[in-house]
T-cell receptor, first 109, second 115 residues
């Protein structure tokens, strides 16, 4: 089955800096790669997603890149703000949605 | 947008009792429902996948006789934790796919505490 590895587990940046979170997946059949932001005790919120026929997607300060050959995908957040502080999860799907381990992002003012 | 309503949002039960968690898709037909469990400071771990009208498919290591899943209609799926024990205390969350819903729509989660 699918296995998703996510790094780093914690990330601390200064406000205004960029943050990058990386994931790898194992199943070449996976074709959908969403990123979620989760606050404590809440449901995951979709922040951006990418499908396997696209290499990059951007939405304002957030971008995702996908390298199908290497089975890597990354989340890039630019101009970070304190309200970006949360736990972020990557996931991969070929039907079932499998999550990475999560990254706790802390943006210091 | 697509909405999944999950109830209860929290429940406390005594060890040995059973607890039922419901997820309803309010504005779309959920042909597939996924159930996850999340322990504190950990990721969402997929427990099982259910398709409407079919038996659920459980992930390796998940006891199907303990975690009973019913997906009898296109708008309702239930997870029953039978003979709950303190180690079953966790955050349980459902996710639905189907119809006009784009991607995966998550319920709001249920915090289960077994005492």
């Amino acid at each position: 089955g699918e296995n998703v590895e996510q790094h780093p587990s914690t990330l601390s940046v200064q406000e205004g800096d960029s943050a990058v979170i990386k994931c790898t997946y194992s199943d070449s059949a996976s074709n959908y790669f969403p990123w979620y932001k989760q606050e404590l005790g809440k449901r995951p919120q979709l922040i951006i997603d990418i499908r396997s026929n696209v290499g990059e997607k951007k939405d304002q300060r957030i971008a995702v890149t996908l390298n199908k050959t290497a089975k890597h995908f990354s989340l890039h957040i630019t101009e970070t703000q304190p309200e970006d502080s949360a736990v972020y999860f990557c996931a991969a799907s070929e039907g079932k949605l499998i999550f990475g381990q999560g990254t706790e992002l802390s943006v210091k003012p | 947008g697509a909405v999944v309503s999950q109830h209860p949002s929290w429940v406390i039960c005594k060890s040995g009792t059973s607890v039922k968690i419901e997820c309803r898709s309010l504005d779309f037909q959920a042909t597939t429902m996924f159930w996850y469990r999340q322990f504190p400071k950990q990721s969402l771990m997929l427990m099982a996948t259910s398709n409407e009208g079919s038996k659920a498919t459980y992930e390796q290591g998940v006891e199907k006789d303990k975690f009973l899943i019913n997906h009898a209609s296109l708008t309702l799926s239930t997870l029953t934790v039978t003979s709950a024990h303190p180690e079953d205390s966790s955050f349980y969350i459902c996710s639905a796919r189907g119809g006009r819903a784009r991607g995966y729509t998550f319920g709001s989660g249920t915090r289960l505490t077994v005492v």
